[in-house]
């Protein structure tokens, strides 16, 4: 029965078609919307596109993009951290204590970033093990690693050692948090969409009975993915400290973890799981790094500022999840 | 020659939950090529019977023989290596995934490499084919499943039962909730598949006569019990109806 078949509408080709299509990505308004920004800021501030400017631009969109990407993968799949920015504040420190005790600084950054997996893991079997949910578990992870990173530094900042080429590429040439970020993204976004781990993802958070209908580990998966997200977390926490020369104890915190979730949501992941990209979390970030960087070169008030933040944040956030309604899609 | 050879067997199935017998010594059979239609009102036992089929329950005595061996479906995998496949009503499919991908959930084809890439363009190749194959027209396997009509899913499903090489297929009410052009969709697909002479099809229905028109054989299921079969052309309708109304007044006057 041919002419059963409903057909979605398919609009015209060529130039309109490219476009319709475009438009329709979930990505595509937050592109639009930052590209309108940067037009807004630059006209406002001529400052907003030089290369000084471009640079803490970078450095203001690197860390969140880099934690969405964890984020990203634990939403599609229906889980969050809220950890990941303790676990940021945490890494560099046991980093500095593992030199300490005479390890060379490279090795240092392994063992932190193991020991940010192992925290992952742990936050993974005590959701899936003991069906707790991520929310309740990370939760109480946040306020443990708090006290644990509070107890190691004992309250006071430290600085980074290592020589100039690592803490190059660990953060203090210009663009090299950016690099780190643009990187990351490349890889996620090839695991999220290429590989059977990042469709697996997408069929948990999907429909997790047919998941495992279809023999799909689904706790494989996502204690995988808190793995993933608690070393991103990491090692975005270990750039920053190197990017800065010190090792602050209240670095990083809910903060952080709030705008890569938010930059992962502005881009179309859904906070009820199954649907997302991890380009969608770059532009997202980016366009929170636009607002922040246009409006304090601008000298908005701090307090106005994060009014201001959190109205963007809103708008984004509900204009995404509509805009996903009028497209048409179950995802929402 | 199509319906003599033995696909599938049931012998004096019982299996009891608790103190219900939702099986009472049960006894079926479908042969290659056959589909076979069992009907009965909730609680008759219908689901329990195809349960146990995919291995998901096991009997508490009785046999099952599947090409005349006897065998123990200890797990719905055992079931499964027999190219035994069952499509249950919610159809296990990812609405947020496309038609491709959902009919090689966990069966990903990969390209060749270290890296272990999904090989989209082989599995949209392998999934248009094996979709035309069976005559099931979709304008695209990139659709999202989401967006197709029920029928459609349910055509989605049941072409990925058969694209997994299930020789026996078990469908739990395929004809559910679904409009007389949609329910058309599925009666052609099965009849298709029945054509083909090597697939043994059981489905579980409540209309009767839908599942007159699509099975070669019916069985009603009461209590727990078969109580009536018979070829489809040899009943009608108001044959079965008239069964389970007697049922009804000999409950009412008991």
């Not at chain 1, 706790?219 to 020369?245: P, Q």
């Not at chain 2, 020659?1 to 939950?17: D, L, N």
């Not at chain 2, 989401?146 to 078990?170: D, N």
């Amino acid at each position: 029965m041919v002419d059963e078949i409903k057909q979605p509408a398919i609009p015209r080709r060529g130039v309109v078609k490219g476009l319709y299509d475009f438009l329709l990505r979930p990505e595509a308004s937050v592109i639009v919307v930052s590209a309108a920004l940067v037009i807004y800021f630059e006209l406002a501030n001529q400052n907003f596109l030089t290369n000084a400017n471009v640079q803490t631009l970078s450095q203001f969109v690197a860390a969140p993009v880099i934690i969405a990407c964890g984020e990203i993968m634990l939403l599609i799949c229906r889980e969050i951290d809220l950890s990941v920015g303790q676990v940021f504040a945490l890494a560099p420190f046991l980093m500095e204590n593992v030199h300490d005790f005479g390890l060379p600084v490279p090795l240092a950054i392994f063992a932190a970033l193991a020991a940010c997996a192992l925290i992952g893991l742990i936050i993974g079997l005590i959701t899936i093990g003991l069906s707790v949910p991520s929310f309740i578990t990370t939760l109480g992870m946040l306020f443990l690693i708090t006290g644990l990173t509070l107890t190691i530094s004992r309250g006071y900042p430290a600085s980074t050692a290592g020589g100039p080429l690592l803490t190059g590429i660990m953060g203090v040439w210009a663009y090299s948090e950016i690099i780190w970020a643009l990187i990351i993204v490349a890889i996620m976004h090839i695991v999220l969409r290429h590989t059977r781990w990042g469709l697996h993802t997408v069929a948990i958070g999907g429909n997790i009975i047919a998941a495992a209908e279809a023999g799909i580990s689904i706790n494989r998966i996502k204690i995988g993915n808190f793995v993933l997200t608690s070393t991103l977390g990491g090692l975005t926490g270990l750039l920053e400290a190197f990017r800065v020369g010190s090792i602050d104890p209240l670095a990083g915190g809910s903060n952080i973890m709030f705008l890569g979730v938010a930059s992962g949501v502005i881009g179309g992941t859904a906070i009820a799981g199954g649907a997302g990209t991890i380009i969608g979390g770059l532009v997202g970030g980016i366009m929170l790094g636009v607002l922040q960087d246009g409006f304090t070169l601008q000298g908005i008030n701090a307090f106005t500022f994060d009014i201001v933040i959190g109205v963007a944040i809103l708008v984004a956030m509900i204009a995404n999840i509509h805009l996903a309604r009028l497209r048409g899609g179950s995802r929402a | 020659m199509k319906g003599t050879t033995e696909a599938i067997r049931a012998e004096r199935v019982v299996k009891t939950f608790g103190t219900i017998t939702a099986l009472a010594g049960v006894s079926m059979h479908v042969s290659w090529g056959e589909t076979l239609g069992i009907l009965g009102d909730n609680g008759a036992g219908k689901s329990t019977l195809i349960k146990i089929l995919t291995g998901y329950h096991q009997p508490d005595s009785g046999q099952v023989f599947v090409d005349g061996r006897s065998v123990e479906l200890a797990s719905v995998d055992d079931a499964r290596a027999l190219g035994i496949e069952c499509v249950y009503q919610d159809l296990a499919l990812v609405n947020g995934l496309s038609i491709y991908h959902n009919m090689f959930l966990n069966r990903e084809l990969l390209r060749r490499g270290p890296l272990r890439l999904l090989d989209h363009r082989e599995m949209r190749r392998r999934a248009s084919e094996a979709l035309a194959e069976i005559g099931v027209d979709i304008p695209s396997v990139e659709v999202e499943v989401g967006a197709l009509s029920g029928g459609q899913r349910q055509a989605i499903a049941v072409a990925r039962a058969v694209y997994s090489k299930a020789r026996i297929l078990l469908l739990d009410e395929p004809l559910a909730a679904m409009g007389a052009r949609e329910a058309r969709l599925i009666i052609e697909l099965v009849e298709r598949l029945r054509a083909r002479g090597d697939i043994a099809i059981v489905m579980i229905a409540h209309n009767y006569a839908q599942t007159l028109e699509i099975c070669d054989r019916v069985v009603l299921m009461q209590h727990g019990e078969i109580t009536f079969e018979s070829t489809a052309a040899a009943t009608s309708a108001e044959e079965l109806l008239e069964i389970v109304r007697r049922e009804y007044r000999a409950v009412r006057a008991g």
